[in-house]
T-cell receptor, first 112, second 115 residues
Framework: GDSVTQMEGPVTLSEEAFLTINCTYT??????LFWYVQYPGEGLQLLLK?????DKGSNKGFEATYRKETTSFHLEKGSVQVSDSAVYFC???????????FGKGTTLSVSS | EAGVTQSPTHLIKTRGQQATLRCSPI?????VYWYQQALGLGLQFLLW???????NRGNFPPRFSGRQFPNYSSELNVNALELEDSALYLC??????????????FGPGTRLLVL
């Protein structure tokens, strides 16, 4: 079945460091891919999405490119801030289009 | 525009009781999804409602049920509560089913604690 694998962390960085959170997926066809972020005590917020191969999603300095050949959707940011500390979830829409399949989440902690 | 809202924010129940959680989607959205975020288990899909009908359910027992009302709001019911039902329950809505890549927008969640 469809699945998402992402590095679990925690990832600990200093402010202004470069961030990469790896995400790979297994799915039939070409699912839409998403990154969601969850700040402490809150629900999920959509960070970015890509709906077809080679699409690049971007938002708030974060970027991810839909790589069909490597079935990956890695999240990157050039310079992280303390306010980026949160849990990041990679997700895809399942083949039937009926649900989001999530990775286990990666905790990011940024210190000043 | 108001986002997805959920009530209550917190709910405390004892084992064997029933819990009712409520969700109001973004205006114009017809699809509502429920997810469970339990400690150590990650985010798991529970139920999908669209146009008042249950369209799909995840790998959960029948004591997890719900419905969608004519105004597209939704209710999740959990009967015969067990300790392991303690979790954050997230509701999401989208314009239509997500087969076309429609984004699901999440509410803040209801934190259920079963004692």
């Amino acid at each position: 079945g469809d699945s998402v694998t992402q590095m679990e962390g925690p990832v600990t960085l200093s402010e202004e460091a470069f961030l990469t959170i790896n995400c790979t997926y297994t799915a039939t066809g070409y699912p839409s891919l998403f990154w969601y972020v969850q700040y402490p005590g809150e629900g999920l917020q959509l960070l970015l999405k890509a709906t077809k191969a080679d699409d690049k999603g971007s938002n708030k300095g974060f970027e991810a490119t839909y790589r069909k050949e490597t079935t990956s959707f890695h999240l990157e940011k050039g310079s992280v801030q303390v306010s980026d500390s949160a849990v990041y979830f990679c997700a895809l829409v399942n083949q039937a289009g009926t649900a989001l399949i999530f990775g286990k989440g990666t905790t990011l902690s940024v210190s000043s | 525009e108001a986002g997805v809202t959920q009530s209550p924010t917190h709910l405390i129940k004892t084992r064997g009781q029933q819990a009712t959680l409520r969700c109001s989607p973004i205006s114009g959205h017809t699809s509502v999804y429920w997810y469970q975020q339990a400690l150590g288990l990650g985010l798991q899909f529970l139920l999908w409602y669209d146009e008042g009908e249950e369209r799909n359910r995840g790998n959960f027992p029948p004591r997890f049920s719900g419905r969608q009302f004519p105004n597209y709001s939704s209710e999740l019911n959990v009967n015969a509560l067990e300790l392991e039902d303690s979790a954050l329950y997230l509701c999401a809505s989208s314009l239509v089913g997500t087969s076309g890549g429609e984004t699901q927008y999440f509410g803040p969640g209801t934190r259920l604690l079963v004692l």
